[in-house]
């Protein structure tokens, strides 16, 4: 269904949402459909411990040829072949055994917990590397934008002095100056089509799409500054000592570890278990039909098993030291785990600061820049400023303009980067 949906979306030309995108991105993701394998594969394991307490039941039937010496009628022994056919149908159910099915259970589940946190934890990933190239593309769409803009100013001021050079009022010369800045910033509105071009095809790979000629975008409502909340990195950091996935699964590891060294550890105790028993024989030398046989030698069978550990060549004390190995391993990965979503938080948050100041300074220089180009512009067309004063007040407004949109863009992406890790 969903890959339904990208093919009459992309061919439609209909441009994509961030939403979009996202889902998208999740369903064909073959990372995320690999650990939803591995999550289903730890479900299983979690099931199969808690079966892992029903008594079992089994049937045996075994088929037997004698040579030599054999019980025939009137109780008395000959030489011949014989043949024998047994039946037995027993089960078996723990009483004790130290606990360990019950801890096993435990730990097979802090494992299914851990997966299911890693699957989380994976598309959060993704939803974040989408929401990067979703911007790239809007930034480069601005940026194109941009230079669009600015060659249009040129291409009219063009036209303009083409209409005083027909009428005699300027000499062709003086067009040379701004048909070699319209060949520039051609070059450049060309440069930043590859670039816009080259952001939407990461984007339709990273969501693996077949056909993405058409691929475009739908630029958001919510981009602007009142639509954005930067959330301080402390804050941030408790929530996400309660939420993030990592966490969760890093902590869940670290419980299927301790439950590990408890499975050990019980093999050092007895164990004790019930069992029941029912079978029966036939012997072809023997005096009595099959089924006379099969009834006469009917015997039912209950008993207890006691098993009691003496020595195991220290396989149980070994593998409890490697179980405890296991418990610190997975305390240094919750910790390793915290350390480094504190500092995703930290770059986060102080990236976003620098990027709010860029993007205020450019605001700032926006309107300088302006009013320079605008002076540069009326000495122009009043003949007392050169073509290369003009083109020096344009590259410097179109820096300006092309800063502040990658400051804009860096600072919505860093806000909502820290609302993805709360």
């Keep these: 269904m969903a890959a339904l949906l990208t093919t009459t979306l992309v061919s439609a030309q209909k441009p994509w949402t961030l939403q979009q995108c996202v889902d998208t991105a999740l369903v064909n993701n073959r990372n995320v459909k690999q650990q939803a394998l591995t999550k289903k594969t730890r479900e299983i394991a979690y099931e199969q411990a808690r079966k892992n307490l029903l008594p079992n039941l089994t049937a045996n039937v075994n088929e037997g040829v004698g040579f030599g010496r054999a019980l025939v009628d009137q109780y008395t022994y000959a030489n011949q072949t014989s043949f024998s056919t047994s039946f037995n149908v027993s089960s078996r159910v ?5 606990f360990k099915m019950k801890y096993n259970i435990h730990a097979r589940k802090a494992d299914m917990y851990a997966s299911e946190a890693d699957l989380e934890k994976m598309k959060s990933d993704i939803t974040t590397s989408v929401a990067a190239n979703f911007l790239q593309i809007l930034l480069n769409k601005e940026l194109l934008q941009i230079a669009t803009d600015q060659l249009g100013l040129t291409q009219t001021k063009i036209e303009q002095r083409k209409a005083l050079v027909s009428a ?8 040379l100056d701004l048909l070699a800045q319209q060949a520039k910033e051609e070059m450049t509105q060309l440069q930043a089509k ?16 077949e056909h993405f000629e058409n691929l475009d975008v739908v ?3 919510n981009l602007s500054e009142s639509d954005l909340h930067l959330l301080s990195a402390e804050l941030v950091y408790e929530s996400a000592l309660t939420h993030r ?12 570890s301790e439950y590990n060294v408890l499975t050990n550890k019980a093999d050092y105790y007895p164990s004790l278990s019930l069992g029941a028993e029912v079978a029966s024989q036939y012997y072809s030398s023997g005096v009595g039909s099959f089924g006379s046989q099969m009834s006469n030698r009917l015997g039912e069978n209950i008993y207890l098993s006691l098993s009691i550990p003496i020595f195991d060549k220290y396989t149980t004390r070994n593998n409890v030291r490697t179980a405890q190995l296991g418990v610190q391993s997975s305390k240094i990965s919750v910790e390793n785990a915290k350390l480094e979503l504190k500092k995703s938080i930290q770059q986060a948050y102080y990236n976003a600061i620098a990027a709010k100041s860029r993007w205020e300074a450019s605001q700032k220089s926006e309107i300088s820049s302006r009013e320079a180009y605008r002076f540069a512009n009326q000495k122009f067309e009043a003949g007392r400023g050169t073509s290369y004063e003009l083109y020096q007040a344009k590259t410097n407004l ?10 804009k863009y860096e600072y919505f ?6 609302e993805l890790l709360k």
Excluded: C
Aim: net charge negative; proline share 3%; charged share 25%.
């Design 94 to 98: 723990s009483l004790f055994d130290g």
């Design 168 to 175: 005699g009022k300027m000499a062709e010369g003086e067009m």
């Design 194 to 209: 590859n670039t816009l071009n080259l952001s939407l095809l990461d984007l339709a790979q990273f969501l693996e799409l």
């Design 219 to 221: 630029i958001p409502t």
């Design 245 to 256: 996935p990592e966490i969760k699964g890093a902590e869940y590891r670290l419980k299927s």
């Design 398 to 407: 179109t820096q300006v303009l092309s800063e502040q949109a990658q400051a």
């Design 413 to 418: 992406f860093r806000v909502k980067l820290l």
